[in-house]
């Protein structure tokens, strides 16, 4: 584990900081110095979009999961995704490609 000093007064701050941060400095020796930031709670409710979104997210990733797992699928897949990547140059991994495939093909 880092040994890390508190220090109270910060000479130079650096990123993005938001009022509703709480924010603890702290100096590494090793590193220089460094700040974690941790995000206050939300004030409102997510919105209907929001919840669709993460609905769709989480739908899109349990499929890709469970066509990650099949051994049928699995070989045409993999065939699928190199010839794509030779073609486009995406960077996409094998896994990240299979989420993209199911997520054109879950319109939730």
Not at 57 to 73: N, S, W
């Amino acid at each position: 584990m880092a040994r890390v000093v508190y220090s109270a007064p910060v000479d130079h701050l650096s990123g993005k900081l938001a009022k509703d941060h709480e924010i603890i400095f702290c100096f590494r020796q090793r590193s220089g110095c460094c700040y974690t930031t941790i995000r206050g709670e939300r004030k409102t409710a997510p919105s209907g979009k929001e919840v669709a979104q993460r609905v769709r997210f989480g739908a899109t990733r349990k499929a890709a999961l469970i066509r990650a797992k099949d051994p049928e699928k699995t070989d045409s897949d993999r065939k699928a995704w190199i010839a794509e990547h030779r073609k486009k140059g995406t960077n996409y991994s094998f896994h990240g490609w299979l989420f993209k495939e199911e997520w054109k093909t879950n319109k939730n």
